[in-house]
């Protein structure tokens, strides 16, 4: 993946993540971009609350992850790092 297009891609789904954190926040949690692989999965830490809650799995697919990818369809998955 060219440079430009990483950077680009990496700004997107910070200003994303920032969307969703206010919801995690109220909760008690964060999120920490991690990392953008070369095939188009995200990498994200959740914190706080979020990082220990048993529902952390749904949080990061139905919520990050339905986020990220409808802003960014290039985007194949969120995981956890």
């Known amino acids: 993946m060219e440079q ?3 950077q680009d891609l990496e700004q997107r789904i910070n ?3 920032e969307k969703v954190r206010p919801y995690l926040v109220a909760d008690g949690g964060d999120i920490k ?4 692989t070369d ?3 995200v990498k994200v830490r959740l914190l706080g609350a ?3 809650c048993p529902f952390s799995l749904q949080t990061l697919k139905n ?3 339905q986020a ?10 969120v995981v956890s790092a």
């Not at 990220?68 to 998955?77: A, G, L, Q």
């Open 4 to 6: 430009l297009k990483r």
């Open 15 to 17: 200003a994303t993540i």
């Open 33 to 36: 971009f991690v990392e953008l």
């Open 39 to 41: 095939d188009f999965i």
């Open 50 to 52: 979020c990082g220990a």
């Open 63 to 65: 919520g990050v992850e």
């Open 68 to 77: 990220v990818r409808k802003e960014i369809p290039e985007i194949k998955e």
